[in-house]
């Protein structure tokens, strides 16, 4: 892509600037949605995009720094666009910090199959709407919406210290939500065979079947509940990621000090282990470097139970007096271990009364720093001696770091699903339907 040349040319020739960093991203997508039944309808139309979007930092001569976004037509206004950064510009010496060039580990984030569906097979965008209306309609959904997109991207990050990144990626991925109970999307490097869209869909209608029957309220109390591995991850990333962030470390609001990662600070039971893999081979978590060009690398977080390290960028490693770490992407790059690790079958086999729960609400409300929670999950299913029963609407509440300590916690590891479910005792009261 000329345009990052065309672009850095420009920074070059700016007089008062000492250091620069700008990261620029170009990408080309097609998609198909579905809203309310209807494909291609005013409210999901079939779409053809071509973007280029990315953002720059700049250090003037006095030291200040200046952020700002990057696009397509940013070159035709760049005077305005340096005038107004210039004026915006504050004192962050923590952040004032440029990379040089960077040995980079190798990974394969492209998979040529993708790009054919943006020009001459663009067909099959349509033939896996078609799948995804077949299978509602098998399953009596009166209301279906979600689609499938793919994606192809470039991207590059540049310093005036010669750090020269460039990387190709590629996405697919499809959804459906039906009847607004129950859905689930998927996302792939690599174009999805239609074998693989049913197989996973269909567990999707599943658990709608399962939905549809009401089930015996039973009193309040503790119980064995399984989190699908999309809400466990909800969890997990609320509660320990968010706590595990530089800025929050820093600031003092995180549940952990700096010196609870110095010292490894037992947190979580000693056999679970949380660790990041960005090198995954057409991993859709996987990536070669960060937004401020810092390469990539498996990293450890949490280590039979111990703290490791907080999650620290460039700017908050520095005021942390820490190395920066490679960060999680979302969760396909992240990988748990635990002693008690059993597929969905056998975990809800050993169930004799408990909960499976497919969704919560209100998560992003709760204390972060305190683990402690109460959710509602609208969706939910009773299981009784290993068998679901049918629906039913809860109430959990319980502290989500007691969760990582408990003896009963457990890895469930869902078909289709990359990440895992957790199964753990909880207190659940049961709401009317």
Known sequence: MAYIDDIQAAFDRIGDIDEYRLLL????????????????????????????????????????????????????????????????????????????PQEVHHVVLHSPDVPPLLDERSNYLLETVRLLQEIAACHDVETLNGGVTANVSESFVRTSRGLDLRVEG?????????????????????????????????????????LRTPAVEPPPGMFSVMLHPNVAYSFFDFFVWGNMGGAAVFHGQSAWRREDFVNHAQVMREDLTVRIEPWKHLGPGSFGWTAEGLPSQPQIYIDQGRLVTPSLDLKFARRLDLPPVTPPSNRHSVEFSARIDEPLEQ???????????????????????????????????????????????????????????????????????????????????????
Do not use: M
């Not at 696009?71 to 910090?97: C, H, K």
């Not at 919560?360 to 009784?384: E, I, M």
């Not at 809860?394 to 078909?415: E, K, Q, W, Y």
């Open 25 to 100: 991203g170009g990408s080309r997508g097609a998609g198909v949605g579905i809203r309310d039944n209807d494909v291609g309808s005013v409210y999901s139309p079939v779409s053809f995009s071509d973007n280029i979007s990315g953002s720059f930092l700049v250090q003037w001569h006095d030291g200040r720094l200046s952020r700002g976004n990057l696009d397509g037509n940013s070159l035709l206004r760049f005077d305005q666009v340096v005038a107004t950064a210039r004026e915006a510009a504050y004192a962050d010496p923590d952040a004032a910090q440029f990379l040089g």
């Open 170 to 210: 590629s996405i697919f991925s499809y959804a459906a939500s039906f009847d607004g109970v129950i859905g689930d999307g998927f996302r792939r490097r690599s174009v999805v065979d239609e074998a693989e869209v049913i197989t996973n869909i269909e567990r999707v209608a599943e658990y709608l079947q399962r």
């Open 347 to 433: 975990a809800q086999a050993g169930i004799d009364n408990g909960v499976l729960v497919l969704s919560v609400l209100g998560l992003h409300t709760q204390d972060r720093s305190s683990g402690n929670y109460s959710v509602s999950a609208p969706q939910a299913l009773l299981v009784r001696d290993g068998e679901t029963q049918g629906r039913v609407k809860v109430t959990l509440s319980g502290n989500f770091f007691d969760h990582l300590r408990d003896d009963a916690l457990s890895l469930v590891r869902f078909p289709g699903q990359e990440s895992p479910g957790f199964c753990f005792p909880v207190r659940v009261a049961f709401e009317a339907i």
